[in-house]
């Protein structure tokens, strides 16, 4: 009967203490792509990509005007000029065609490096603020709850929004 009753007592401290930590598991989420809408890093960054970009389409501009120039001269030869001549220009333009069409594909490479270059740490001082405010709620968890982002499947009222907490850390109205 006593090895009964301390088998119950230590069944019952055992059953506590799981339903209290079970109790104590806390998790949050929030809308990153919201948060770094309004972060003032995110339009410092965007305005220097937008440089950046105006950039490699004024590059593009005046290849294909060259390209237009080109194809203009080759519509203006007369029926005297040589096929030798002819075929000199329909190559200079399908040169210049190929030019272009690389200078699109190392454009757009380099375009989404300069994206990650600039926004990497806007991404990366949000996720820190995150962490940080995370260790100070004690949560377990924070999902992101963006539209873009369709892994959560349940969201309890239980579950704490850090989206304005995360932006007071970080000094944004």
Known sequence: ??????????????????TVNAQTLKFGHIDLQALVQVMPERTAAEAEYNKFQ???????????QDLQTKYGEFEQ?????????????VTEIQEIQQRIQNYQVT????????QNELLGPVFEKAENAIAEVAKEKGLIYVFDSGQNNRTILYKSNQSL???????????IQ
């Open 1 to 18: 009967m006593k090895n009964l009753m301390k088998l119950l007592a230590v069944l019952l401290i055992t059953v506590s203490a799981a």
């Open 54 to 64: 105006g950039e490699l389409e004024e590059i593009l501009g005046e290849m294909q």
């Open 77 to 89: 030869m007369g029926q005297e000029v040589s096929q030798i001549k002819r075929d000199a220009k």
């Open 107 to 114: 454009a757009q490479q380099q375009m989404n490096q300069k």
């Open 161 to 171: 929004d850090i989206l304005p907490l995360v932006k007071a850390k970080l000094g």
